[in-house]
C-alpha cells in the first residue's frame, strides 16, 4: 500500500452483468477502486477527524440482533469461519465465488443470480492509518465521489441508528452505469466489512438489500464449536446435517499426503429445485451435457462446506473439492430399492477453481429414485478418514 491511511472495501463496486454468446458465459468484471489521502484533495482533513477509538469497539462487541426465520424461509446462508462471518442471501444467487486475499490483502466473496446479474459481495480488508467511525465514513463517501463521478444530489446516505453485526454502520445507495448499487459497511479496529447488494432496475429491490444487511453476523471462532465438536461418523452412526466431521484430502504441496480436513453437508435439495440448480451448472460448463432423470427417479443436489484450516496452501491455491460417494447400507454400499440397485454417479455442479482462502462451499449432484432417502453421503478420501452424513 501507498503511505498515507488507505480504505478500499467501500469502494469495490462488483458488476454482476453477463453477456451470452452460444452457451458461454462472460464475465464483466470487477471495477476496483483505491483511495489514498496523498492523492485526493478532499481527503486530507480526515486526519483531523481521528480519534481514540479503543472504548468504541470495546464497548461493540455483539454479533448482532437476532432475526425472524420466518422472514428469510427463500435465502440461503452463507457461513466464512476464517473471516469470521455470517449473513443470508436470496436463494437464486446460486454462484459463489470466493477470492483469497489480494495484495493488499482484501478478500472479497461474491454470490450472483446468473440469470441477471443480481448479486451480493462481501469485502473484507485492513484499513492503513487509524480511523474512527465518523472519518472512515467520510473518507469512504469522499473516495466514492471522486472515482465514480457521483455527485451529492446522486448518492443517498442513511447512518441513524444503522447497524452491521450490532456495530455501528452506514449505507449508501447510487446509480453506476445501469446498476442499482446499495451497499452497508462497518469499522471493526482497523478492519472494514463491506457488503453490496447490486442488480439492473427491472430486478433491484433494495428491502432485498436491507434483508441481507440486516441478516449480517459476526462469528466468533474462540467460541464456535463447529471445529473443535467436530464429530466422528461411520455407515453404521451417520451424523445429521450442519454437523462438523472430518474427512481426508489428498493435498498436493510440498510432501504430499493426505491430511484431514473439516467437512459439514448444509443443505440437501430434490426435484425441480434440484433440477434446476444442475442445468445452470450445465449452461457454464461446456463439457457437461445435461440429461433428464429416468422414469422414477430425481436430481439430489448436496451443498457441503469445507474448512481446510491449518493447511499449507500454495500461492497458486488449492482445489477446495472432496471425494464424495453416494453409498448403501449394505457391506457392498449398494443401493437398492424396489427390487433394483443404484450406484449413483457424482456430478460436481460447483466451480472447481482453486481457491486461496480456507473456506469453500462445493455442490454435487446426483441421481436417485423419487422420495428414496435411506442413503448415506460418504466424504473422504478411501482408505482414510470419512464423514458418513444422513441423507435425506
Known amino acids: 500500500m501507498k503511505n498515507g491511511m488507505s480504505i478500499k472495501g467501500i469502494i469495490i463496486l462488483t458488476i454482476c452483468a453477463y453477456l451470452v ?9 470487477m471495477v476496483v477502486a483505491y483511495f ?10 480526515v486526519i483531523d477527524d481521528i480519534k481514540n477509538i479503543s472504548g468504541e469497539f470495546e464497548s461493540n462487541k455483539d454479533n448482532g440482533t437476532a432475526i425472524d426465520e420466518s422472514e428469510y ?10 473471516l469470521g462471518i455470517k449473513f443470508r442471501y436470496p436463494k437464486e444467487f446460486t454462484k459463489v465465488n470466493e477470492e483469497g486475499a489480494d495484495e493488499d490483502g482484501y478478500t472479497t466473496v461474491l454470490i450472483y443470480n446468473p440469470s441477471n446479474g443480481n448479486g451480493v459481495n462481501i469485502v473484507v480488508g485492513k484499513t492503513t492509518g487509524v480511523f474512527s467511525f465518523d472519518s472512515y465514513k467520510k ?20 447512518d441513524k441508528d444503522v447497524k452491521m453485526g450490532g456495530k455501528k454502520a452506514f449505507k449508501n445507495y447510487y446509480k453506476y452505469q445501469n446498476l442499482n448499487v446499495y451497499q452497508c459497511g462497518t469499522l471493526v479496529g482497523s478492519t472494514e466489512y463491506v457488503l453490496t447488494y447490486s442488480g439492473k432496475d427491472a430486478d433491484f429491490e433494495k428491502e432485498v438489500g436491507d434483508k441481507i444487511f440486516n441478516s449480517f453476523e459476526f462469528v466468533d471462532e474462540s467460541s464456535s464449536s463447529e471445529k473443535s465438536g467436530s464429530q466422528t461418523s461411520s455407515k453404521e452412526n451417520p451424523i445429521d446435517l450442519n454437523v462438523w466431521g472430518k474427512a481426508s484430502k489428498y493435498v498436493v504441496s510440498g510432501n504430499s499426503s493426505y491430511q484431514d480436513v473439516n467437512v459439514m453437508v448444509t443443505k440437501i435439495t430434490r426435484g425441480e429445485d434440484a433440477k434446476n440448480i444442475v442445468k445452470e451448472y450445465a449452461d457454464t460448463d461446456k463439457y457437461f451435457d445435461y440429461s433428464d432423470p429416468a422414469d422414477g427417479e430425481e436430481w439430489v443436489v448436496v451443498e457441503y462446506n469445507v474448512d481446510m484450516q491449518g493447511l499449507k496452501i500454495p500461492s497458486y491455491g488449492i482445489s477446495p473439492t472432496l471425494n464424495v460417494s453416494v453409498i448403501g447400507k449394505d457391506k457392498y454400499d449398494i443401493i437398492k430399492y424396489n427390487n433394483k440397485s443404484y450406484s449413483p454417479s457424482i456430478q460436481e455442479v460447483s466451480s472447481d477453481d ?9 455442490k454435487i449432484a446426483f441421481q436417485l429414485p423419487v422420495g428414496f432417502s435411506d442413503y448415506i453421503i460418504r466424504i473422504g478420501s478411501y482408505d482414510h478418514t470419512q464423514t458418513f452424513v444422513k441423507g435425506k
Open 21 to 29: 454468446l452460444g452457451l458461454e458465459w462472460f464475465t464483466i468484471g
Open 36 to 45: 489514498d489521502s496523498k492523492d485526493n484533495n478532499g481527503a486530507n482533513s
Open 73 to 82: 424461509l427463500d435465502y440461503e446462508v452463507y457461513t466464512n469461519s476464517e
Open 354 to 362: 482453486y481457491v486461496k482462502t480456507t473456506t469453500a462451499t462445493n
Open 139 to 158: 473518507a469512504s463517501i469522499d473516495s466514492l465521489k471522486k472515482s465514480y463521478g457521483i455527485s451529492e444530489n446522486d448518492l443517498e446516505i442513511e
